[in-house]
């Protein structure tokens, strides 16, 4: 994970000549039951700017939210959701769920009785308990989900500059959340039971001040692209959150938020056959697919997932699904706060 002092190595030596604004029809044409509103704002670089303040319920229109877990284990991949591992995106079917001894190489892993049901956390309680950095043994081997019914009050608002102010020097990210360490055979590393790593945190919604983001952006459907899901301490409980097939899943105090991108949430096609725009980064840099119409993938992106042409000016593409992430770091200034 990177650390918020880092600096990454680009190929943009100089200030992009061609600068896209931010356009915020698109995140109208995604998902109208939100507001956006344009407001004077600072930036990380001290400037002072236009920012759109974008307000959202993560709760996407564009797409349905879930499944996430199956509840037996002759259950196929329609009833459960996607897991992601080792860059690869697994169906979280009954089979799957069945042979999590065999996929983690661990006897502990039996997340069904003898009839072969799953156990599912069934309501908003055990959805916080079982996410809780701290979960007791009683949800040990449970597959989590947590339904959209438990965020009905949930809110989120987010600052990102009309006009993105390239810098030279990007910005890692804070470092929040992460994937697991591999630990050379294939799977990642699990810390021994009730330990986490040094730091760890359960996922909270981001907090206002400023401080360096951990929200890599917002999708045109205005949910949030989040910092990589907490893999080692979701699996350290002997638990599995699934993803759905967009690439989301629902905490309580953040609401549903993405964590990778796997071509399903709103996008605006581009005419030149480049690959498709999702999303705009918190610097106001596009964010766009991984590949284009025809499978290809972008070959000069530089340490953040960003490159350059002259129709879009400095952009990202988001990382490869499976990869439990969106982009690396920002080559922009971030909105610290609105005037």
């Not at 190929?11 to 407001?39: G, Q, R």
């Not at 564009?62 to 329609?78: E, F, L, R």
């Not at 897991?83 to 769920?97: H, R, T």
């Not at 593409?317 to 200034?333: F, K, L």
Request: aromatic share 8%; proline share 6%.
């Amino acid at each position: 994970m990177l650390g918020c002092s880092s600096k990454k190595t680009s190929n943009m030596a100089n200030e992009p000549t061609v600068v896209k604004t931010v356009d915020s029809d698109y995140f109208s044409s995604a998902n109208a039951k939100n507001t956006i509103t344009k407001v004077p704002c600072t930036l990380s670089d001290g400037s002072t700017r236009e920012c759109y303040q974008i307000s959202s319920n993560s709760m996407p229109t564009d797409h349905q939210m879930g499944p996430w877990c199956p509840t037996n284990i002759s259950d196929n991949a329609v009833t459960g959701g996607i897991w992601l591992s080792d860059g690869e995106v697994f169906d979280v079917d009954g089979a799957f769920i069945k042979n999590l001894a065999s996929f983690y190489n661990d006897t502990t892993w039996e997340m069904y009785d003898a009839d072969g049901e799953i156990f599912v956390t069934k309501t908003q309680a055990d959805c916080e308990n079982a996410a809780n950095p701290n979960v007791g043994e009683e949800y040990k081997n449970y597959c989590v989900t947590c339904l959209p019914s438990y965020i009905t009050q949930v809110s989120q608002s987010y600052l990102i500059p009309v006009k993105p102010v390239f810098i030279t020097d990007p910005v890692a990210f804070l470092g929040r959340g992460g994937g697991g360490q591999n630990n050379g055979a294939g799977r990642p590393e699990r810390p021994p039971r009730g330990e986490r790593p040094d730091g760890a945190r359960p996922e909270r919604p981001e907090r206002g001040g400023g401080g360096v983001p951990s929200t890599r952006g917002v999708a045109l459907n205005r949910v949030e692209f989040s910092a990589p899901a907490p893999v080692n301490n979701i699996l350290s409980a002997y638990t599995i959150a699934p993803f759905d097939n967009a690439g989301g899943h629902i905490n309580v105090h953040q609401g549903y938020h993405y964590h990778d991108a796997t071509g399903v949430s709103y996008a605006v096609r581009q005419d030149d056959g480049h690959a498709s725009l999702i999303g705009y980064a918190k610097d106001g840099h596009g964010i766009y697919n991984n590949e284009d119409p025809k499978g290809n993938t972008a070959s000069d992106l530089d340490d953040c997932r960003g490159h350059y042409d002259n129709i879009r000016g400095y952009h990202y593409h988001v990382d490869a699904a499976g990869n439990n992430n969106i982009i690396n770091c920002i080559h922009g200034a971030y909105a610290i706060n609105s005037n």
